[in-house]
């Protein structure tokens, strides 16, 4: 099928119930802005022509995230807690979505420059089922801690995904099977130098410490109007972030 036919749309993956830190996409992170509303304020802002899904489970919970959906104007879909991978095809059939760009709310750090990288770097190489960053090792930055990116995915591929496994492992990572299995084709796009060899940065949240070390870095990330760069900088000048962020990359393997 030509691009021009295909609908692409962003699918934000999103709960309530993490084990580590309940809510944490819905507790005050920047002010009295949470991480889903600071996510889904840059695609908005940056990306007005794409649609935006918040892709949440069907759990108690979760009312909760529809509720910020609805008060926000958002569309949202509720399918399995457990099967993600099920959630996005269901998610991709009620939506007519062909091309997702999948974006993990946990990532207050989304970069809006790197967003539109892969963007370009998707219509220029179409022939494919995955597109990335990779890092030095060849490694989809999805398997890194770095929080900046999102990954894009066809809808065929997570069908045939469902097709050949029913590993809980595939089914709650969404993508993991189509860059580690060769009959899927990925294209991967290389880091910029400046983060290519940064195994110590971690800006993804998972629990109370990354919440709080994060919450005072995006302070400074904002001063420094969400140039990465500066940022990291200021990281590499106080190295007790540095410190915070190797311990808790080493807390989470991924």
């Known amino acids: 099928m030509a691009i021009e036919n295909l609908k692409i749309a962003f699918f934000i993956q999103a709960r309530m119930g993490s084990n580590r ?19 889904t304020s840059k695609i908005k802002a940056n990306f ?6 918040i892709c949440t489970s069907e759990a108690q919970i979760d009312d909760k995230i529809i509720s910020f959906c609805k008060e ?7 399918g399995s807690e457990q099967n993600v ?17 999948r974006v993990c709310a946990d990532n207050p750090f989304l970069s809006v ?31 890194t801690h770095f ?10 591929a997570l069908r045939k995904v469902v097709q050949n496994t ?9 993508t993991n099977y189509i860059y580690t299995h060769t009959d899927f084709k990925c294209k991967l796009k290389n880091l910029p130098d400046y983060l290519n060899e940064r195994e110590d940065l971690r800006f993804t949240i998972d629990d109370e410490d990354d919440f709080s070390i994060l919450q005072l870095l995006y302070q400074e990330h904002t001063k420094n109007k969400h140039d990465l760069k500066k940022t990291i900088l200021y990281i590499d000048e106080n190295k007790v972030f540095l410190d915070k962020m190797k311990n808790n990359i080493n807390k989470f393997s991924k």
């Open 21 to 39: 830190l309940p809510g944490k996409v819905l507790l005050p992170f920047d002010g009295d802005k949470s991480i889903l509303e600071i996510i």
């Open 48 to 53: 007005k022509e794409i649609p935006l899904v």
């Open 72 to 78: 926000n104007n958002l569309d949202y879909f509720r």
């Open 85 to 101: 991978l099920q959630r996005f095809l269901d998610a991709a059939a009620f939506y007519n979505v062909d091309i997702i760009i």
């Open 113 to 143: 420059d790197f967003l539109n990288e892969l963007q370009d770097f998707f219509y220029k190489n179409q022939d494919a089922d995955y597109w990335s960053f990779k890092n030095a090792q060849e490694i989809p930055v999805i398997k």
């Open 147 to 156: 929080g900046f990116f999102a990954e894009i995915v066809t809808k065929d």
């Open 166 to 174: 029913n590993d809980n492992l595939y089914l709650e990572h969404v």
